[in-house]
């Protein structure tokens, strides 16, 4: 269930009102006449089912009320309530299918934000991944997959293009050049300095690596699983059950790539730089391509559904 609070202008409470009793799904619906000071206004609360959700606050939207008043949205944990079983079963679909698009909109914006966080989680995770290319450690891969952030830029432009948001789209593209341009930059000093102290040399680079070559090795697999890692991740996004993020993160060879072609960019070898640019863009065009595709399906299936 989803709680909604909403500050309406006064003559526009009534309307309110009226559409969420009309909303299959609702319940729990309360009024406080006067209650609201900034904005002034009333005070409209309800309980609403996922599935029922997204139809709700677009017609919501539809009243203006994300510009003259205010639509918060909170996910209820617990609902201990018979109307609340009774709304989630007269909802159509099933909450974990519901896409609510203003949220994800939302989150994906948050995630694609150029910032000094988001630098140093990519930086750090292309510089604990330039560890592992050399020490042929797929531990640290592992890690290093799980800490970098991209999939916010990533799963950004693939919203952007379903909602025809360019502004999302500019952002997150920004996020993602600037953020792998940054730490490669980073990770190339890093590298010349662990190789001045003698913890880094180009026969670990160019010797046998069994763990860790595939990251400048593109072939068919490495599209393929970008294109399945894409798809869960997205659903994982979208849908109620978002655990198998983090699985998706270590399932796909972006950092890694990333750290690889830095490596092989301070030793000159631009064969494995080349090899590893190739890894992290075949990666990033499955990924966007498989959360593109997702996003339409799901959003023609609730259509068809509804």
Excluded at 170 to 194: E, N, P, Q, W
Excluded at 218 to 229: E, G, T
């Amino acid at each position: 269930m989803l709680h909604l609070r909403l500050i309406t202008p006064t003559h526009q409470t009534d309307d309110v009102v009226r559409l969420i009793e009309g909303t299959v799904g609702t319940t729990h619906l309360v009024v406080l006449r006067g209650a609201a000071r900034n904005p002034e206004g009333d005070v409209v609360m309800c309980d609403v089912a996922r599935e029922a959700g997204d139809e709700l606050l677009t017609d919501l939207q539809g009243l203006g009320l994300d510009t003259n008043g205010s639509i918060a949205v909170e996910n209820i944990d617990l609902s201990l309530s018979k109307r609340a079983d009774k709304a989630e079963a007269e909802a159509p679909g099933e909450g974990a299918d519901a896409v609510l698009w203003e949220h994800l909109t939302d989150a994906t914006h948050e995630e694609s934000t150029l910032s000094v966080t988001y630098l140093a989680f990519i930086t750090l995770a292309t510089m604990i991944a330039a560890c592992g290319v050399v020490l042929d450690n797929a531990v640290l891969i592992v890690g290093a997959m799980a800490v970098g952030p991209e999939f916010g830029p990533l799963a950004g432009i693939s919203t952007s293009i379903v909602q025809r948001a360019p502004r999302l789209a500019l952002r997150s593209l920004i996020a993602l050049l600037v953020g792998f341009a940054v730490a490669i930059a980073v990770t190339v000093g890093f590298s010349l300095f662990m190789d001045a102290v003698k913890l880094f040399s180009e026969q670990k680079l160019e010797g046998d690596r069994p763990q860790t070559g595939f990251v400048y090795a593109p072939d068919y697999f490495s599209f393929i699983v970008a294109v399945l890692a894409g798809a869960a991740g997205t659903l994982s996004l979208t849908s109620a059950k978002s655990g198998a993020l983090v699985g998706v993160a270590i399932s796909v060879t972006t950092v890694p790539a990333a750290a690889n072609a830095a490596v092989a960019l301070s030793y000159g070898d631009t064969k494995q730089t080349w090899g590893s640019t190739e890894q992290l863009l075949l990666n990033l065009l499955g990924i966007v391509l498989a959360g593109t595709t997702t996003l339409l399906l799901q959003k023609w299936a609730w259509r068809k559904r509804a």
